[in-house]
């Protein structure tokens, strides 16, 4: 009679022991500066895991790994993970984590000690981003990355709720804008969940999100990324107004802005809110001089 296959125990994860049990050793205290929330549930980090769809041949890119409560599942699911950590203390502890919960993947992580915002190289070619990213730089972050590092097909990020509503957001919703516009240009982002307060040490005054993403090919356009972003900037600087009068200083005129949404088929009476990234880089591009 053959024997019923029993189901693998999951890996160890961090939980709020853990967690403070680490942070006690190195003397670090989360910090509001550096938007630190530490998550203590392993459940929950199986869930980020899941919700990013990580392969296992992948090298995944993490920024803000904190304690390494993510880092750990994520080294379970992929082949490599390269961790950039702005705090110099919590970058040195991470590699002894990894050693002592993951013997076996220690050589798998890589560790950054730098800015998220001016990192431009990596030891590795990352093709997924995964991380829970500080509330206050999420958006410029990501975008960040997208635009140095091309090789990122797609990935998961936790930020807060409502900036994870705004990241998704299409045109016509109530929360699209300026960060749903420009993270259209990279790529497909689409709300993948919420997680709540109790499950990060300390915990925050308001839920997290989870947005993930796919990247795909930017509009068609003789107009540079800098160049439509100019025009998302200055549609969205003034929303109640038209967009022929919030493109009139970028433009130069009320009536050249009215012409540049014309030649693009944008209606000049219409606000920034209701179209989408194809029709800023038409803007843009209308603007710019026929060569002869």
């Known amino acids: 009679m053959t024997e019923p296959q029993s189901t693998p125990t999951p890996q160890a994860l961090l939980g709020a022991t853990e967690i403070r049990r680490l942070a006690e050793e190195i003397g670090v205290r989360p910090t509001k500066t550096l938007g630190q929330n530490f998550v203590i549930d392993g459940n929950t980090i199986r869930r980020i895991v899941a919700a990013a769809r990580v392969d296992p ?15 750990l599942g994520l080294l379970d699911a992929a082949a490599h993970v390269v961790a ?52 206050n730089v999420a958006v410029p972050v990501v975008l960040h990355l997208l635009e140095r590092f091309p090789s990122l097909q797609h990935g998961l990020v936790m930020v807060q ?30 709300k993948a969940g919420v997680i709540g307060m109790n499950v990060f040490w300390p915990a925050p005054k308001i839920s997290s999100g989870l947005v993930g993403f796919t990247r795909h090919e930017p509009p068609v356009t003789r107009a540079s990324r800098e160049e439509v972003f100019a025009v998302i900037d200055a549609a969205f600087a003034q929303r109640r107004k038209t967009l022929r009068a919030a493109l009139a200083g970028w433009a130069g005129s009320p009536a050249e802005a009215e012409r540049c949404l014309r030649e693009a088929g944008v209606d000049p009476s219409a606000r920034g809110e209701v179209i989408d990234v194809a029709a800023f880089a038409r803007i843009a591009e209308a603007k710019i001089p026929l060569t002869a």
């Open 57 to 71: 041949q992948e090298t995944v890119l993490e920024v803000g790994p904190g304690l390494g409560s993510l880092t």
């Open 84 to 135: 950039v950590e702005i705090d110099p203390v919590l970058a040195a502890k991470l590699p002894s984590t990894i050693a002592d919960f993951r013997p076996e993947k220690a050589a798998n992580l890589d560790v950054v000690l730098a800015d998220a915002m001016r990192v431009t190289e990596l030891p590795r070619v990352p093709t997924a981003l995964v991380a829970n990213l500080p509330y």
């Open 161 to 190: 709720d409502e900036v994870a509503d705004r990241m998704a957001a299409g045109p016509g919703s109530k929360t699209y804008g300026v960060p749903s516009v420009k993270a259209a240009w990279y790529s497909q982002m689409r």
